[in-house]
């Protein structure tokens, strides 16, 4: 019987290459072939720069399949690839890991194709190999594309293969180490209930809200998105998130403590120099400004209860939208570029994180609404503090449901916008009587 899959250990490449803190991390970037400072990790999206199923490979006659690698990891930018331009769902100078459990795996010609073909590559797997037992590997496969392809000998990109692909052996102890420690949030994520979605708090800072606004005014209600910053925080987070999930999306900022007014960032502190308890915590302040409630939505059509994360490729308007240009002096969101400069190769791109959802409702509360953290508590800093990424924090329903009963409560005058319908308040009224009263069943 199969008990273990490889996505098990492309997660656990994915999850160690993005904390950058284990040992193993050190091993692989020990390896020439892996990038010094990377910029950006994305899994199992189709390589289209290098190999296309519709053309031939350059120096040959065989027409080979596409390859889709476990992973493109893109560097960032260096005088290497400082004239990259951005075009193509991948367009960008990276490096390709492929990840088996073993080598006696299936491994066919076209992933070879188009991991020697990058050149900057890497295999990663449980196999131990001797000295010079990878060299013998790598000879025989160009052998197999030689005979298969007879145009292509000599050609140069043939030439030291097991120095274009390296081998990277998976450190048996460190993907125990790891699985332990995460085999029950795995577990969780795939026996949740899908029939009950899952509740989130995402904090808006005064800067992001000019995005939002933008957002807004261009893609209305029905087809939204939102990014996020490269963080190992925003990963964690958003890749938990799912088709019909909850969010609540809300301007705020940290009330201070009365004695040091002037402290308004978020942070852990009760005041300056003095870390808040559990209990101080949740008795602490957040002053709420606006407050957007949506439900996450997949990409997918066939699966349900699917993950809404992606990351934006392409050339395309959505795919940019929060970038600015090339340029290292525009700072004009969605440019085209500024003067011979173009749109943002992935070296180079900021925003790669994003969340597709439909807004439901959105809220405009009273001039300096206050509310008490309650149990929500270090999870409105963890959401706020922008070094943290500003990541999406899980609450539970209760949580979330007073949340938005409280900020119901506090909405603006009618002058200022359009009331919540009464058929929304009898509800929110309702759920908040459920949570008093929990049904026996």
């Given at each position: 019987?199969?008990?273990?899959?490889?996505?098990?250990?492309q997660?656990?490449?994915?999850?160690?290459?993005?904390?950058?803190?284990?040992?193993?991390?050190?091993?692989?970037?020990s390896?020439?072939?892996?990038?010094?400072?990377?910029?950006?990790?994305?899994?199992?999206?189709?390589?289209?720069?290098?190999?296309?199923?519709?053309?031939k490979?350059?120096?040959?006659?065989?027409?080979?399949?596409?390859?889709?690698?476990?992973?493109?990891?893109?560097?960032?930018?260096s005088?290497?690839?400082?004239?990259?331009?951005?075009?193509?769902?991948?367009?960008?100078?990276?490096?390709?890991?492929?990840?088996?459990?073993?080598?006696e795996?299936?491994?066919?010609?076209h992933?070879?194709?188009?991991?020697?073909?990058?050149?900057?590559?890497?295999?990663?797997?449980?196999?131990?190999?001797?000295?010079?037992?990878?060299?013998?590997?790598?000879?025989?496969?160009?052998?197999?594309?030689?005979?298969?392809?007879?145009?292509?000998e000599?050609?140069?990109?043939?030439?030291?293969?097991?120095?274009r692909?390296?081998?990277?052996?998976?450190?048996?102890?460190?993907?125990?180490?790891?699985?332990?420690?995460?085999?029950?949030?795995?577990?969780?994520?795939?026996?949740?209930?899908?029939s009950?979605?899952?509740?989130?708090?995402?904090?808006?800072?005064?800067?992001?809200?000019?995005?939002?606004?933008?957002?807004?005014e261009?893609?209305?209600?029905?087809?939204?998105f939102?990014?996020?910053?490269n963080?190992?925080?925003?990963l964690?987070?958003?890749?938990?998130?799912?088709?019909?999930?909850?969010?609540a999306?809300?301007h705020?900022?940290?009330?201070?403590?009365?004695?040091?007014?002037?402290?308004?960032?978020?942070?852990?502190?009760?005041?300056?120099?003095?870390?808040?308890?559990?209990?101080q915590?949740?008795?602490?302040?957040?002053?709420?400004?606006?407050?957007?409630?949506?439900?996450?939505?997949?990409?997918?059509?066939?699966?349900?209860?699917?993950?809404?994360?992606?990351?934006?490729?392409?050339d395309?308007?959505?795919?940019?939208?929060?970038?600015?240009?090339n340029?290292?002096?525009?700072?004009?969101?969605?440019?085209?570029?500024?003067?011979?400069?173009?749109?943002?190769?992935?070296?180079?791109?900021?925003?790669?994180?994003?969340l597709n959802?439909?807004?439901?409702?959105?809220?405009?509360?009273?001039?300096?609404?206050?509310?008490?953290?309650?149990?929500?508590?270090?999870?409105?800093?963890?959401?706020?503090?922008?070094k943290?990424g500003?990541?999406?924090?899980e609450?539970?329903?209760?949580?979330?449901?007073?949340?938005?009963?409280?900020?119901?409560a506090?909405?603006?005058?009618?002058?200022?916008q359009?009331?919540?319908?009464?058929?929304?308040?009898?509800?929110?009224?309702?759920?908040?009587?459920?949570?008093?009263?929990?049904?026996?069943?």
């Open positions: 019987m199969t008990v273990f899959q490889e996505i098990i250990l997660r656990y490449m994915f999850a160690m290459m993005n904390t950058k803190i284990s040992q193993e991390y050190k091993n692989l970037k390896l020439s072939n892996y990038p010094n400072d990377e910029n950006l990790i994305v899994p199992e999206v189709e390589y289209l720069e290098h190999l296309d199923a519709e053309k490979l350059i120096g040959g006659e065989k027409k080979w399949k596409s390859y889709r690698p476990d992973f493109v990891i893109y560097p960032k930018l005088e290497s690839n400082s004239d990259i331009e951005r075009k193509g769902s991948l367009f960008g100078n990276g490096s390709l890991l492929e990840v088996k459990m073993s080598l795996h299936t491994f066919d010609t992933q070879w194709i188009g991991l020697l073909h990058n050149g900057s590559s890497i295999v990663a797997s449980l196999t131990v190999l001797k000295d010079g037992e990878w060299e013998g590997i790598c000879q025989k496969v160009v052998k197999e594309i030689v005979d298969k392809e007879p145009n292509l000599g050609a140069e990109w043939l030439e030291n293969p097991h120095e692909i390296q081998y990277f052996p998976i450190t048996r102890s460190y993907l125990d180490e790891w699985y332990i420690k995460n085999a029950a949030l795995m577990l969780d994520d795939q026996l949740h209930d899908k009950k979605p899952r509740f989130w708090l995402c904090v808006l800072t005064n800067g992001s809200m000019k995005n939002w606004e933008r957002i807004q261009r893609f209305g209600k029905s087809k939204r939102w990014a996020w910053k963080h190992p925080l925003v964690q987070s958003l890749m938990r998130v799912r088709d019909g999930d909850y969010l999306f809300v705020a900022q940290q009330v201070p403590h009365p004695e040091h007014p002037k402290t308004t960032r978020w942070s852990y502190n009760f005041k300056p120099g003095q870390k808040a308890t559990e209990k915590m949740h008795s602490m302040e957040v002053e709420i400004k606006r407050a957007y409630f949506v439900r996450a939505s997949s990409s997918s059509t066939k699966q349900k209860n699917y993950s809404a994360y992606h990351v934006k490729l392409g395309e308007e959505e795919a940019t939208f929060f970038e600015n240009c340029s290292d002096d525009c700072s004009v969101p969605g440019c085209e570029g500024c003067s011979e400069y173009g749109k943002r190769p992935m070296n180079r791109i900021k925003w790669p994180h994003c959802f439909q807004e439901l409702d959105s809220v405009i509360c009273k001039d300096r609404t206050k509310i008490i953290r309650g149990s929500i508590g270090r999870r409105w800093s963890q959401s706020g503090l922008e943290r500003n990541h999406p924090v609450l539970t329903y209760d949580e979330f449901t007073i949340l938005k009963a409280s900020i119901y506090n909405q603006a005058t009618e002058t200022e359009k009331r919540i319908s009464k058929t929304e308040i009898k509800n929110i009224i309702q759920d908040l009587k459920d949570i008093i009263n929990p049904s026996k069943d």
